[in-house]
Nanobody
């Protein structure tokens, strides 16, 4: 079972930026599309960005133009660059495969956007 560990979250003011990282315990990017998911309080977890093994990216409408997903295959790491953050981006962010079957979920990293 691959272990996933997210990092890089924190408290940021509206309009600010954060870069999230997700380290996988072993390579899983060659054959699997990877994604960043988030879960806000009282809401279901949603996929906000994904990247295929070929490098193609997709985004949910609410983050298009603000978030950028990327990956480093050698480092087994997936990144999420988040710019122009808004209060409604507040959530716990997780990385995992972009579709089922998922690996075991990591602890996530909290992102809070507030004055």
């Amino acid at each position: 079972q691959v272990q996933l560990v997210e990092s890089g979250g924190g408290l940021v003011q509206p309009g600010g930026s954060l870069r999230l990282s997700c380290l996988a315990s072993r390579s899983m990017f060659r054959f699997s599309a990877m994604g960043w998911h988030r879960q806000a309080p009282g809401k279901q977890r949603e996929l906000v960005a994904s990247i295929t093994s070929g490098g193609a990216t997709t985004y949910v409408d609410s983050v298009k133009g603000r978030f950028t997903i990327s990956r480093d295959v050698v480092k087994n790491t997936v990144y999420l660059q988040m710019n122009s953050l808004r209060p409604d981006d507040t959530a716990i962010y997780y990385c995992n495969k972009a579709q089922i079957p998922y690996n075991a979920w990591g602890p996530g990293t909290q992102v809070t956007v507030s004055l």
